[in-house]
């Protein structure tokens, strides 16, 4: 770099003096004089900002040495306390690459078939988890694969809570409680209400259904609302979405019509929930 900007400076100065030489005849000797004596200065105050600027070379070039040196002695500090062997590490690193493949494959899925496979973003959410026990998960490469993992899973998180429906054709011998069941849609037989509700204009009876009816599969809910499943309890649903359970009869006000009593909710009800 520095030779090249000599280079550039002497080419300058050697196109301006022949430009200089050439217009000498149309000059008077003072004027000549004079031209020649700024194009020296202006040489000497190249010369001299090179001199700085090579100067500041060498400088960062130690600061840069000296750099890559602390970095060596933290990696093998951390090396060291990690206890692994290269082997181990590479190991580690690409079983985190798979993952980091496999959730772009579910990134790339349209909704309503990530949807479908949700089982799959919790298996590598738990694989990840685990991967985080290990020592060598805090060597700075493997760190940084795990935030874009925990980054990306809670990208697909977000747009598996979207409300999205699918369609689904009965089949013989399906009912409300196989179809919840299925691990393509609820894994819970105790949603099947879910189901009647979403279609409710074309089942009479929950208890009867017919092959090659098609039916609105609906997966997840607005921002503003919670699914409940088996298990769950206003106090408990307060406590995830307000940090607080003591705030359970926020929730409970704003859905009485649905709610029969504080103390008992069931599978598949979609509660609102009022801002905190």
Request: glycine share 4%; hydrophobic share 40%.
């Amino acid at each position: 770099m520095i030779n090249r900007i000599v280079g550039g400076l002497v080419l300058v100065l050697l196109v301006s003096l022949s430009g200089t030489a050439f217009a000498a005849e149309k000059m008077t000797r003072d004027e000549y004089k004079a031209k020649l004596a700024e194009y020296t200065q202006r040489e000497q105050q190249a010369t001299q900002d090179i001199a700085t600027l090579e100067g500041q070379i060498s400088e960062l070039k130690a600061q840069l040495a000296a750099l890559n040196s602390d970095i060596t002695d933290l990696d093998r500090t951390v090396l060291s306390k990690v206890g692994a062997q290269d082997p181990s590490i590479q190991a580690f690193g690409r079983q985190l690459d798979s993952l980091l493949d496999q959730l772009e494959g579910l990134m790339a899925l349209a909704p309503e078939v990530l949807l479908q496979r949700r089982g799959e973003l919790m298996e590598i959410e738990e694989q990840v988890a685990e991967l985080k026990i290990s020592k060598i998960s805090t060597l700075p490469k493997m760190k940084a694969k795990l935030d874009r993992l925990d980054e990306m899973i809670g990208q697909l998180k977000a747009r598996i809570a979207q409300p999205v429906t699918v369609d689904y054709m009965v089949m013989r011998g399906d009912n409300l409680w196989n179809i919840a069941k299925k691990d393509d849609i609820y894994a819970d037989p105790y949603m099947w209400p879910r189901l009647y509700r979403a279609n409710k204009e074309q089942i009479e009876d929950p208890d009867l259904i017919f092959p090659d009816q098609k039916l609105a599969i609906p997966f997840g809910v607005a921002e503003n609302q919670y699914l409940v499943t088996r298990g769950d309890f206003l106090f408990q649903i307060a406590a995830e979405v307000y940090n607080d359970p003591g705030k359970w009869h926020k929730i409970y006000e704003a859905n009485k019509e649905q709610i029969v009593e504080p103390h008992l909710l069931f599978p598949a009800q979609v509660l609102e929930i009022p801002s905190n």
